[in-house]
């Protein structure tokens, strides 16, 4: 005849051992991992550490820069960026900055991160990568300050200052 443990808790410790399930967010976030874990393991045959650690770095900003956000499908924002980087690095075996790049491409376009964020974190290369493939739209505020540039150095604008 078996005894009752004497600690309770020690008892319900033991019962919950076991791990919780993972929800379908969660197991298609480790899934994605999983997919850009692999294509990193296979660029590293192609690009020293440096450029490994930026990669992983870019992937790392554009998942937590994309998070909540989902598209139209409802499949989360950030399956894209990483499909668009698997066709430049493996398809079209691009250097390193073009993958940063493509793993970045939407960050500026679709939240808060703004060009000037990624020429900090991974240098001017990137940024005008990123920069060529963004929408006109993000990039408003520097365009209408060069508006006002050429507007107050026009001469019609002259005139009409006293």
Avoid: C
């Avoid at 793993?103 to 920069?131: C, M, N, Q, S, W």
């Avoid at 540039?149 to 200052?161: W, Y």
């Amino acid at each position: 005849m078996r005894s009752k443990p004497r600690n309770s808790r020690l008892r319900l410790i033991v019962k919950t051992d076991k791990p919780t399930p993972l929800s379908e967010h969660e197991r298609l976030f480790a899934k994605l991992d999983r997919t850009v874990d692999e294509m990193l393991d296979r660029l590293s045959q192609r690009f020293p550490a440096e450029d490994m650690i930026r990669l992983r770095q870019a992937y790392l900003l554009a998942k937590e820069a994309h998070d909540g956000q989902k598209r139209a499908a409802g499949d989360p924002y950030i399956m894209h960026p990483v499909a668009v980087a698997r066709i430049v690095a493996e398809e079209f075996m691009l250097d390193a900055n073009s993958v940063v790049a493509a793993f970045l491409h939407d960050v500026v376009e679709d939240t808060p991160y703004t060009i000037e964020d990624i020429r900090e974190r991974f240098g001017d290369d990137v940024a005008f990568l990123v920069k060529v493939v963004t929408k006109p739209s993000k990039n408003r505020r520097s365009s209408s300050r060069r508006a006002q540039t050429r507007e107050q150095l026009s001469p019609t604008s002259r005139l009409a200052s006293p």
